[in-house]
């Protein structure tokens, strides 16, 4: 595990794109999950500006993390459309180098095996840059969730919902289920990036990092994950 504490906002947004830049001109065309969520915009904004500068940062493969489940393709919600309108698109990531999850399948169990197929016929994912969420969930394999698990459907709990509630508005407007990779098949990830930033970070990173690795916090499945490299700013690592 290497941990790259940066200073701040700006530090991490370089940082991390170094990193991602770095990954893809080494590794071209690998499978990389992206995360949504207010901890990787620095690194989003910062990746628009290194794209006019390197073309070929939009080399590689995208795969969806999780994704609210029951809405439709177009539905403005869906974290895949957010990605497509704030960088995929921008960068030219073209349609047929995404792996996205349907929100709106019906046989959800049909639809995850036949995931995990894609994930298996590339290889497995080559990066997987995720976030935490407040109760340590990781994409959304909230607490509880079993660490083995492929993709699967999740029913998000009270505190992701009131969280995810500030991008959409109100509470009535967060879907109440999703699907996600599970924590099993993000396990087998090659290698994994972990962003944290911000001091209500500060008590789930330390957990993730000291507590026993247990479905309680799914985040620490984390300190046995090979190849795992953590940049968190000075705030997240106050408590550690
Ligand atoms: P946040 O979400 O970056 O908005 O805190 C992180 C997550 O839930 O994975």
Request: aromatic fraction near 8%; hydrophobic fraction near 35%; glycine fraction near 8%.
């Amino acid at each position: 595990m290497k941990i790259i504490e940066v200073t701040d906002t700006n530090d991490f947004a370089i940082k991390s794109v170094e990193f991602f830049e770095k990954f893809v001109t080494h590794n071209s065309n690998s499978l990389i999950t992206l995360p949504t969520g207010n901890t990787p915009l620095p690194f989003y904004e910062k990746m628009l500006g290194a794209y006019k500068k390197n073309n070929k940062i939009n080399k590689f493969i995208y795969l969806s993390l999780d994704e609210y489940y029951g809405l439709e393709p177009d539905d403005h919600r869906l974290f895949a459309n957010w990605l497509d309108r704030e960088i995929l698109t921008p960068i030219g990531v073209s349609p047929s180098n995404r792996i996205t999850i349907n929100s709106a399948c019906n046989d959800v169990e049909k639809f995850c095996q036949k995931f995990e197929g894609q994930i298996e016929s590339k290889g497995g994912i080559d990066l997987a840059i995720i976030g935490i969420g407040g109760n340590g969930h990781i994409g959304f394999n909230e607490p509880g969730s079993d660490l083995n698990s492929p993709t699967h459907k999740v029913e998000l709990t009270q505190e992701t919902i009131t969280s995810n509630a500030e991008y959409w508005g109100s509470e009535d407007a967060v879907p109440k289920s999703a699907i996600t990779i599970g924590i099993g098949t993000l396990k087998k990830a090659k290698n994994t990036l972990l962003l944290v930033r911000g001091a209500n970070k500060a008590e789930i990173f330390k957990a993730t990092l000291s507590n026993e690795i247990s479905s309680a916090v799914p985040s620490t499945y984390l300190q046995e994950q090979n190849n795992l490299t953590i940049i968190a700013d000075k705030e997240a690592m106050k408590l550690l």
